[in-house]
């Protein structure tokens, strides 16, 4: 999928990739529909979806410092 090519990406310009797959799937055990606060039925993060990313982009970062 997109991620594997992301990664693959990453990996070749030794570039540092925060996946934030895991993030929703343990969150949204049935898919968008299970958790319609952080994701679109698309998939696509909604406002809190996208407060959830920021705050683990954030937190990737700090640990990287």
């Known amino acids: 999928g997109a991620n594997k090519g992301l990664e693959e990406v990453a990996e070749k310009n030794s570039v540092p990739l925060i996946n934030l797959t895991?993030?929703?799937?343990?969150?949204?055990?049935?898919?968008?529909?299970s958790c319609p606060d952080?994701?679109?039925?698309d998939g696509h993060a909604t406002k809190q979806g996208n407060v959830l990313v920021a705050e683990e982009v954030n937190a990737q970062l700090k640990s990287t410092q």
Do not use: A, N, Q, T
């Open 22 to 33: 895991p993030l929703f799937v343990e969150r949204c055990k049935d898919g968008p529909v």
């Open 38 to 41: 952080l994701l679109f039925h």
